[in-house]
């Protein structure tokens, strides 16, 4: 056809998986986008989700030219400006900011919104231009810093299995995880296994669509996994199948770690874990004589007080089996410490060392910030505490930009936004942290209306602030050649020519991958068990269910509709994703009075948010679950789940604790609202 045009990308989002994807342009526009099928992780096919993308990136909300604030913070009310104005009005404040309060009272907050290493987050897009300022520095913790921790205190780093070595497992513990919502192109790899006789066990609080398809199902309560990979271990001591070889050779700790085992019988951590003592036996059994026996765990498991404990404990688990010496054994949570990119925020730009600011403290740490510069972020939508980070941004004090797609809540309280382009419209370099592969995003369009790229907006802002220094004009051709230049082994061959010639690479792995065959990268070269008494720590819930008014544990899972706040204001996507609901166990329906489809507000002292009952008993007693992911705007009441989310951080890396918060559910009176 004539004028066609096939070009090669990737998926941008906060996604285990990073596809590599085909957009089929016709006449300038794109008219067609779909999965890779020569891509050995895509395979052709796009989730639920990205098959709207190009609907996405042409809808009539869009974000096309530079906005001013007009009417009160928090109004959405906004005028549009040119881009010199912008710049204008941004520079004379940040100019004002740093002489009269400092650099570090500048936030430069970017999300997870690209992970891009030339745009988004991966790269800390825009760094060296916060440098030249003396800014703050942004602790991107919203993700998975407490399970990186918890696992880096045990393997030395948070990266393990290559996840498509699933398909050589014999025994497979999706743990804490959703596969088919948040992340599903590993499933491939398990029903790989499965047809080869793997046998699939789903561990979550929540029976979710990966659970439904699993061989067995156990619902731990939330903030206890620790004691349950405990009790499994205590069944592999009492079978005597430890491999005694690894642990001489590749562990340290171990008969401190042993004594602590010991202490959780499977009938105490069926107490602790709600689980039935048969079912932890049986699974226990399953662990104790399955080799390879592969642990995949991601981002839920770990959002809660105890999150980088239990991750670490989870991550012993194979240093007792040997599993680290099996092709398909081991622990998968995170491949980015394999990726091995030369990242280079000149940090040699500082004037002296700045402080470094929370994502998920964002209500506490504004108090002495006054200028917030948001991309890649939508935090009223998606971080914790919400009526108190409203309550910052409504400061006239604070000299709020955001860079961005569409009106979020967090546009609706800036004094500037900046039309941002999307990952159509722009090149970029991507890892997954899910594959092991490096993939290159070739732009297919120009850019709608006056969008800019995150790279290109600094560029030209640190040209219209006068600023000199050469690498903040770095193109973003050469920021992705210094990149793929740091020289790892794991790079060799990789070039930017090949990369934008075939669209994605694996990098330098053996397949299969058994990274801690031989040693870890600790210290010591070994696996480092957790001291005895430091193998457990109650999640917040457990600890004060007792004491407080609030008796419910609630759980914010992903959306299968949304990607965090992401298509949040796609109409077919909303329509799809239904009201908010929250889900409640029949038992507790009962004593509340409740039945599916009555509204309720669910409650606690940091605020409220209102959905319709899903009477379910896909949550045990004690547990309801409401997916994250709405818009606050678009819901009634105004308000998502993080109205209830506390800022409290997990015991490791600042992590949040999104699935650690005690509620009550009530019904909802019209007067509630008047």
């Known amino acids: 056809m004539s004028g066609e045009l096939?070009?090669?990308?990737?998926?941008?989002?906060d996604c285990p998986d990073t596809c590599s994807w085909i957009v089929t342009v016709e006449d300038g526009e794109a008219v067609k986008m779909r999965g890779n099928p020569e891509q050995p992780y895509t395979r052709g096919a796009l989730c639920v989700k990205v098959n709207r993308y190009l609907e996405h990136t042409q809808a009539n909300d869009r974000i096309l030219y530079p906005l001013r604030r007009t009417g009160p913070k928090g109004s959405g009310q906004f005028e549009r400006i040119t881009w010199d104005e912008a710049f204008d009005e941004i520079g004379t404040r940040l100019r004002s900011i740093v002489d009269e309060h400092g650099g570090e009272a500048i936030w430069p907050y970017v999300g997870t919104g690209s992970l891009g290493y030339l745009q988004g987050a991966e790269g800390v897009a825009g760094r060296r231009f916060w440098n030249m300022l003396g800014a703050s520095k942004h602790w991107l913790n919203i993700c998975a810093t407490a399970g990186g921790a918890g696992l880096t205190l045990t393997n030395g780093t948070p990266a393990g299995m290559d996840p498509e070595d699933l398909a050589l497992s014999k025994l497979i513990l999706l743990w804490g995880t959703n596969t088919l919502t948040s992340g599903h192109h590993l499933w491939k790899f398990i029903q790989d296994a499965r047809a080869a006789g793997a046998h699939v066990v789903a561990i979550d609080p929540i029976r979710t669509r990966t659970a439904d398809q699993a061989d067995q199902h156990l619902a731990v309560r939330p903030g206890t996994d620790a004691v349950l990979a405990l009790a499994l271990l205590n069944v592999v001591l009492a079978e005597g199948t430890q491999d005694e070889e690894f642990l001489a050779e590749h562990t340290q700790g171990w008969e401190s770690f042993r004594a602590e085992i010991l202490e959780y019988p499977v009938e105490r951590a069926a107490e602790i874990t709600g689980i039935p003592a048969a079912d932890i036996r049986e699974l226990g059994m399953r662990v104790a004589h399955t080799r390879p026996t592969a642990i995949r765990a991601t981002m839920g498991v770990q959002r809660h007080a105890g999150g980088g404990t239990a991750l670490r404990t989870i991550g012993a688990i194979p240093g007792v089996t040997g599993d680290w010496r099996h092709p398909g054994g081991g622990v998968a949570y995170s491949t980015s410490?394999?990726?091995?990119?030369?990242?280079?925020?000149?940090?040699?730009?500082?004037?002296?060392?700045?402080?470094?600011?929370?994502?998920?403290?964002?209500?506490s740490e504004l108090d002495s910030v006054k200028c917030l510069w948001v991309y890649a972020a939508n935090p009223v939508g998606s971080t914790s505490d919400t009526n108190r980070i409203r309550r910052q941004l409504a400061r006239e004090d604070l000299f709020t930009v955001v860079m961005e797609h569409f009106p979020t809540d967090t546009v609706d309280y800036a004094d500037i936004v900046l039309p941002a382009t999307m990952q159509t419209e722009h090149m970029d370099l991507h890892a997954g942290y899910g594959h092991l592969y490096l993939l290159w995003n070739e732009p297919a369009v120009a850019p709608p209306g006056e969008c800019l790229s995150t790279a290109e907006t600094f560029r030209r802002l640190a040209a219209h602030m006068g600023m000199t220094e050469p690498s903040l004009y770095d193109s973003d051709l050469e920021l992705a050649e210094q990149l793929l230049s740091s020289g790892h082994p794991s790079l060799e061959g990789v070039t930017l020519d090949r990369l934008r010639k075939e669209g994605w690479v694996r990098m330098n792995y053996p397949r299969p991958f058994t990274p801690f065959a031989d040693g870890f990268p600790t210290a010591s070269g070994r696996l480092r068990f957790p001291p005895?008494?430091?193998?457990?720590?109650?999640?917040?819930?457990?600890?004060?269910?007792g004491t407080s008014p609030y008796p419910l544990t609630l759980v914010t899972p992903a959306a299968h509709t949304f990607l965090n706040t992401i298509f949040g204001n796609n109409p077919e996507l909303r329509r799809r994703a239904k009201d908010p609901v929250v889900l409640v166990n029949p038992a507790d329906a009962e004593a509340r009075g409740l039945v599916s489809g009555q509204r309720v507000r669910v409650h606690n002292a940091g605020g409220e948010f209102l959905a319709d009952v899903e009477v379910s008993d896909r949550v045990a007693r004690g547990v309801v679950a409401s997916p994250k992911g709405s818009w606050p705007k678009h819901n009634p009441g105004g308000a998502n789940p993080n109205t209830v989310v506390a800022e409290r951080d997990a015991d490791m890396g600042r992590g949040p604790s999104y699935h650690d918060n005690l509620v009550e559910v009530s019904p909802y009176q019209l007067s509630d609202s008047l």
């Open 6 to 13: 096939r070009v090669l990308g990737a998926c941008p989002l």
């Open 337 to 363: 410490g394999h990726v091995h990119l030369g990242i280079d925020t000149r940090d040699d730009l500082l004037a002296k060392p700045v402080r470094t600011l929370t994502m998920t403290r964002l209500a």
């Open 532 to 545: 005895h008494g430091k193998a457990y720590v109650p999640s917040h819930s457990v600890r004060t269910a």
